[in-house]
């Protein structure tokens, strides 16, 4: 070794010295920070049916909401019954019930966790991620723990700097992993103070010199900064484990090793991240480290702004949300009123929410925390009215329309429709720089002004199940061309198609703790619900050309933002559904309707997989609306990447699946594979 002989050679010049190292910094406690005061206001009384408060420069008033809205104020429903638009039952005799509702107001009132069933004590949902927002007194007795002495001291002590001094990610992918990273950390901190103790020096070195010394050797200096970066991504989970014991997310129980990220860890900081709205991976890196060197006051006022942008948009009817701002910052959209003068694009529910706060006299964390404080006995039933910005004449039909002239684009991005896979099975990267946007458009005195630019999802190579029982590769195409909605579904049920693989509808769940997990239906996919495959609504995509044919696309909600974010469908066109419902509760706003209500279904099935027998029964398809006039969506083909040029429609072998001798489908490459035998279409999300 060079630094050994280098070591020899300088021990005939020299007497040996010992060398002086110093311990890696510990991380000291902070002193604790200044926090400051909550301002007090006067307590509010509970309003009677009818009733809201009317708010202007933080004072507010009783009146009736018939008579705040005559006035000119609009009114915002902050009650714990609140449900958007789509899931309203409709009035006088257009009443038709809306079952999944009440589910709904449960669920963000943590009456229900997340699968429906009763919550344990002390359990809390975090599904804002999944379209279902808290309610003011679910996110108000969050607030308080979020104030308690014990839990801002216990943050503070977090090792800041540890997270500061991460960059990148630290990934959960499994337990022999996590273990093989944190053994090779100390391994490395080991061979590195052995190392250290080698050097001699005629002066006794700092660790950091030492360090610099073992690590000018060439041969040693990848070691060195794998030591280093072990060690920060180790201080880096002691701290994130540190913040998820504030939050009561890991306990004592958790069986969770300090500095090896683990399941546990990975677990805690997922639902963490649901917490605070993060569309994350449950990694330690990105949007989720940055918010996590961030105070907890303001955390919770970023979350009473979410809370207040979903009821102010359906109360205004509003969905522009600064998106299409986001992606064109260079060259932002604009329109051109009535006199020509040029205006950009506004993100009106932003400037809602902003007014909002300045009515009700919240600016800082404190003063929501004693906003909330005043109105807790009137938090179930509690209204708020305040004078919000007006709405940009767009919003007023041209002449001789009664109704927002609203179209719809799908850019499909880029496309590749070449196998995934080399002749070898090997993975094939195929790159996107381009992904999908569904955009919306209101069309006003001759222009098309851009509202809301949001990411979807476009089908590519799935699983699908051939008649002759195997799984194949086969490629969901999404429908490009023009098409329109004339039906929206609340609360839509998934039909699986006869393709879907069996195994694809089971989950493990446990049903019972001292049973332990077991094999289920997946009926949560089916719906209704916000785990359904369409989400909590759905806009079904005709094909006006073909006499109205319905090629199973849709535009809808769903709950697996990472799809969104970088993968695939089965054809339809994904949103997060908490876009996907502001989106249909802004159309229902502006235009006009026939409410059908609940669709019934009686569907029964029953399927076996590995010997057992499993079964299950849909009652319903939704909750339909169906508009006067339709919306037109044209969807485009996009950037076609690749060899191949045209969807193919053959079923392709999986790699490494045997298939027995059977050649009759599929057999080596697409160019060989047969046609799927025809059948009629398939819903699939």
Same mark, same amino acid.
């Given at each position: 070794?060079?630094?050994?002989?280098?070591?020899?050679?300088?021990?005939? @010049?020299?007497?040996?010295?010992?060398?002086?190292?110093?311990?890696?910094?510990?991380?000291?406690?902070?002193?604790?920070?200044?926090?400051?005061?909550?301002?007090?206001?006067?307590?509010?009384?509970?309003?009677?049916?009818?009733?809201?408060?009317?708010?202007?420069?933080?004072?507010?008033?009783?009146?009736?909401?018939?008579?705040?809205?005559?006035?000119?104020?609009?009114?915002?429903?902050?009650?714990?019954?609140?449900?958007?638009?789509?899931?309203?039952?409709?009035?006088?005799?257009?009443?038709?019930?809306?079952?999944?509702?009440?589910?709904?107001?449960?669920?963000?009132?943590?009456?229900?966790?997340?699968?429906?069933?009763?919550?344990?004590?002390?359990?809390?949902?975090?599904?804002?991620?999944?379209?279902?927002?808290?309610?003011?007194?679910?996110?108000?007795?969050?607030?308080?723990?979020?104030?308690?002495?014990?839990?801002?001291? @216990?943050?503070?002590?977090?090792?800041?700097?540890?997270?500061?001094?991460?960059? %990148?990610?630290?990934?959960?992918?499994?337990?022999?992993?996590?273990?093989?990273?944190?053994?090779?950390?100390?391994?490395? +901190?080991?061979?590195? /103070?052995?190392?250290? +103790?080698?050097?001699?020096?005629?002066?006794?070195?700092?660790?950091?010199?030492?360090?610099?010394?073992?690590?000018?050797?060439?041969?040693?200096?990848?070691?060195?900064?794998?030591?280093?970066?072990?060690? +920060? &991504?180790?201080?880096?989970? &002691?701290?994130?484990?540190?913040?998820?014991? @504030?939050?009561?997310?890991?306990?004592?129980?958790?069986?969770?090793?300090?500095?090896?990220?683990?399941?546990?860890?990975?677990?805690?900081?997922?639902?963490?991240?649901?917490?605070?709205?993060?569309?994350?991976?449950?990694?330690?890196?990105?949007?989720?480290?940055?918010?996590?060197?961030?105070?907890?006051?303001?955390?919770?006022?970023?979350?009473?702004?979410?809370?207040?942008?979903?009821?102010?948009?359906?109360?205004?009817?509003?969905?522009?949300? #600064?998106?299409?701002?986001?992606?064109?910052?260079?060259?932002?959209?604009?329109?051109?009123?009535?006199?020509?003068?040029?205006?950009?694009?506004?993100?009106?529910?932003?400037?809602?929410?902003?007014?909002?706060?300045?009515?009700?006299?919240?600016?800082?964390?404190?003063?929501?925390?004693?906003?909330?404080?005043?109105?807790?006995?009137?938090?179930?039933?509690?209204?708020?009215?305040?004078?919000?910005?007006?709405?940009?004449?767009?919003?007023?039909?041209?002449?001789?329309?009664?109704?927002?002239?609203?179209?719809?684009?799908?850019?499909?991005?880029?496309?590749?429709?070449?196998?995934?896979? /080399?002749?070898?099975?090997?993975?094939?990267?195929?790159?996107?720089?381009?992904?999908?946007?569904?955009?919306?458009?209101?069309?006003?005195?001759?222009?098309?002004?851009?509202?809301?630019?949001?990411?979807?999802?476009?089908?590519?190579?799935?699983?699908?199940?051939?008649?002759?029982?195997?799984?194949?590769?086969?490629?969901?195409?999404?429908?490009?061309?023009?098409?329109?909605?004339?039906?929206?579904?609340?609360?839509?049920?998934?039909?699986?198609?006869? %393709?879907?693989?069996?195994?694809?509808?089971?989950?493990?769940?446990?049903?019972?703790?001292?049973?332990?997990?077991?094999?289920?239906?997946?009926?949560?996919?089916?719906?209704? #619900?916000?785990?359904?495959?369409?989400?909590?609504?759905?806009?079904?995509?005709?094909?006006?050309?073909? %006499?109205?044919?319905?090629?199973?696309?849709?535009?809808?909600?769903?709950?697996?933002?990472?799809?969104?974010?970088?993968?695939?469908?089965?054809? @339809?066109?994904?949103?997060?559904?908490?876009?996907?419902?502001?989106?249909?509760?802004?159309?229902?706003?502006?235009?006009?309707?026939?409410?059908? %209500?609940?669709?019934?279904?009686?569907?029964?099935?029953?399927?076996?997989?590995?010997?057992?027998?499993?079964?299950?029964?849909?009652?319903?398809?939704?909750?339909?609306?169906?508009?006067?006039?339709?919306?037109?969506?044209?969807?485009?083909?996009?950037?076609?990447?690749?060899?191949?040029?045209?969807?193919?429609?053959?079923?392709?072998?999986?790699?490494?699946? /045997?298939?027995?001798?059977?050649?009759?489908?599929?057999? +080596?490459?697409?160019?060989?594979?047969?046609?799927?035998?025809?059948?009629?279409?398939?819903?699939?999300?």
């Amino acid at each position: 070794m060079v630094l050994a002989f280098g070591l020899l050679a300088a021990a005939g @010049c020299h007497r040996r010295k010992p060398t002086t190292t110093t311990a890696p910094p510990v991380a000291q406690a902070p002193t604790k920070p200044a926090r400051a005061a909550i301002p007090a206001r006067k307590p509010v009384e509970t309003l009677a049916e009818g009733e809201t408060y009317v708010y202007e420069n933080g004072t507010g008033r009783r009146e009736k909401i018939e008579a705040a809205r005559a006035a000119g104020y609009l009114d915002v429903d902050l009650s714990d019954g609140w449900a958007p638009t789509i899931l309203q039952d409709g009035e006088g005799a257009d009443a038709k019930p809306n079952a999944y509702r009440e589910i709904f107001a449960k669920l963000a009132n943590d009456e229900l966790d997340a699968d429906g069933d009763s919550p344990r004590p002390g359990e809390h949902n975090y599904l804002e991620v999944f379209g279902i927002p808290p309610t003011l007194s679910v996110l108000a007795a969050r607030v308080e723990a979020a104030v308690a002495p014990a839990y801002e001291d @216990c943050v503070d002590a977090v090792d800041r700097q540890g997270l500061e001094q991460w960059t %990148g990610d630290v990934i959960y992918l499994d337990r022999d992993r996590a273990r093989r990273e944190f053994d090779q950390a100390q391994q490395d +901190a080991t061979w590195l /103070d052995k190392s250290i +103790a080698a050097v001699v020096s005629p002066i006794p070195l700092a660790r950091d010199k030492a360090v610099e010394q073992v690590r000018a050797d060439p041969k040693l200096r990848g070691r060195v900064d794998r030591y280093t970066r072990g060690q +920060a &991504r180790v201080r880096a989970v &002691r701290a994130l484990q540190a913040r998820m014991l @504030c939050e009561g997310l890991l306990t004592a129980r958790s069986r969770y090793t300090p500095g090896t990220y683990d399941l546990p860890s990975h677990e805690a900081l997922a639902t963490w991240e649901r917490k605070h709205d993060i569309f994350g991976w449950g990694f330690l890196g990105g949007e989720t480290l940055g918010m996590l060197q961030r105070p907890p006051r303001p955390l919770e006022l970023e979350a009473f702004k979410r809370l207040l942008a979903e009821r102010v948009a359906d109360a205004a009817g509003i969905v522009e949300d #600064g998106s299409i701002n986001t992606l064109r910052r260079k060259n932002p959209p604009t329109w051109r009123d009535a006199d020509d003068v040029v205006h950009p694009v506004p993100d009106l529910i932003g400037d809602h929410v902003n007014a909002l706060l300045g009515a009700i006299g919240v600016a800082t964390p404190e003063d929501m925390i004693a906003f909330l404080r005043a109105h807790k006995p009137a938090m179930p039933g509690l209204h708020v009215a305040f004078k919000a910005p007006p709405l940009p004449a767009y919003y007023a039909p041209d002449e001789g329309k009664t109704q927002m002239d609203l179209s719809v684009q799908i850019d499909r991005g880029d496309i590749w429709y070449d196998v995934p896979f /080399d002749a070898r099975g090997k993975p094939i990267v195929q790159r996107r720089d381009h992904y999908p946007h569904l955009t919306l458009f209101v069309n006003w005195h001759g222009q098309k002004i851009p509202l809301v630019k949001w990411r979807t999802t476009i089908g590519s190579w799935r699983s699908e199940m051939h008649a002759d029982g195997h799984v194949y590769m086969k490629y969901k195409n999404s429908d490009i061309g023009p098409r329109v909605w004339r039906q929206i579904v609340a609360t839509p049920v998934w039909i699986p198609p006869d %393709g879907t693989p069996a195994k694809d509808l089971l989950k493990t769940k446990v049903l019972d703790r001292k049973v332990g997990p077991v094999t289920v239906v997946n009926t949560d996919v089916m719906g209704p #619900g916000y785990q359904s495959a369409y989400g909590l609504v759905m806009g079904i995509h005709i094909d006006p050309k073909r %006499g109205g044919f319905d090629n199973q696309i849709r535009t809808h909600g769903s709950v697996d933002y990472t799809s969104i974010a970088r993968r695939f469908s089965h054809g @339809c066109h994904r949103l997060v559904n908490n876009r996907a419902v502001r989106m249909f509760d802004f159309v229902l706003h502006h235009r006009r309707f026939r409410r059908i %209500g609940d669709v019934p279904l009686n569907l029964k099935k029953r399927f076996e997989v590995e010997g057992e027998t499993y079964r299950y029964a849909l009652t319903t398809r939704g909750y339909y609306y169906e508009l006067g006039e339709p919306i037109p969506i044209d969807v485009l083909e996009g950037r076609v990447m690749g060899e191949v040029k045209k969807p193919i429609t053959a079923y392709v072998r999986k790699p490494g699946v /045997d298939y027995s001798d059977d050649l009759g489908v599929g057999d +080596a490459a697409a160019s060989t594979a047969i046609t799927a035998p025809a059948r009629g279409p398939e819903p699939g999300p």
